[in-house]
T-cell receptor, first 113, second 114 residues
Framework: GESVGLHLPTLSVQEGDNSIINCAYSNSASDYFIWYKQESGKGPQFIIDIRSNMDKRQGQRVTVLLNKTVKHLSLQIAATQPGDSAVYFC????????????FGQGTELSVKP | DAGVIQSPRHEVTEMGQEVTLRCKPI?????LFWYRQTMMRGLELLIY????????DSGMPEDRFSAKMPNASFSTLKIQPSEPRDSAVYFC????????????FGDGTRLSIL
């Protein structure tokens, strides 16, 4: 039969606009979260992380927001550039799982020049 | 700084053949992870090591898959015999100790089993 692949959510933004990528995580016991960026033909690249004792963390042009009440994570990219086009994954970790991460399915960001 | 290094980058072989994927983690990292990425199932953890010892291999699909870490700077993932459904991109990642450090990924091995 015909195989069906994962249908990634897609976000399309205009160059220079801000992007917001959302992620719902699965486990209320997770206490560490990471955002990764994956470009075609490459491995996931670390962007930013946040621990559960924080609600917000900022990096260079990126901000991660954590809402533990509804188990929601978001990645905000300011002044989105064509080089930001990629698939973005959130990942969660529980303190008693060692270094093991659980990855979301990913969101594809497309930046229009 | 050298990142995680994987080899080969691409591998094409016929079903039934043995396949060996190699990984050199970042120096000083205590954890090493093997993942498989496919369109069907996304990114799946196969196995991970801590200080060269396998900790969790629950993601290894079946007995045809095996992984070793003979020392802190080298790991292999072996498939024997290989099957077409093993075709995927295989990633290796490493991280520091468990006090909340991110995993850093290599660029993967794209494996095609004909």
């Amino acid at each position: 039969g015909e195989s069906v692949g994962l249908h990634l959510p897609t976000l399309s933004v205009q160059e220079g606009d801000n992007s917001i990528i959302n992620c719902a995580y699965s486990n209320s016991a997770s206490d560490y979260f990471i955002w990764y960026k994956q470009e075609s033909g490459k491995g996931p690249q670390f962007i930013i992380d946040i621990r559960s004792n924080m609600d917000k963390r900022q990096g260079q042009r990126v901000t991660v927001l954590l809402n533990k009440t509804v188990k929601h994570l978001s990645l905000q990219i300011a002044a989105t550039q064509p080089g930001d086009s990629a698939v973005y994954f959130c990942a969660e970790n529980m303190w008693n799982q060692g270094g093991k991460l659980i990855f979301g399915q990913g969101t594809e960001l497309s930046v229009k020049p | 700084d050298a990142g995680v290094i994987q080899s080969p980058r691409h591998e094409v072989t016929e079903m039934g053949q043995e396949v060996t994927l190699r990984c050199k983690p970042i120096s000083g990292h205590d954890y090493l992870f093997w993942y498989r990425q496919t369109m069907m199932r996304g990114l799946e953890l196969l196995i991970y090591f801590n200080n060269n010892v396998p900790i969790d291999d629950s993601g290894m699909p079946e007995d045809r898959f095996s992984a070793k870490m003979p020392n802190a700077s080298f790991s292999t993932l072996k498939i024997q015999p290989s099957e077409p459904r093993d075709s995927a991109v295989y990633f290796c990642a490493s991280s520091g100790d468990r006090s909340r450090q991110p995993q850093h990924f290599g660029d993967g091995t794209r494996l095609s089993i004909l």
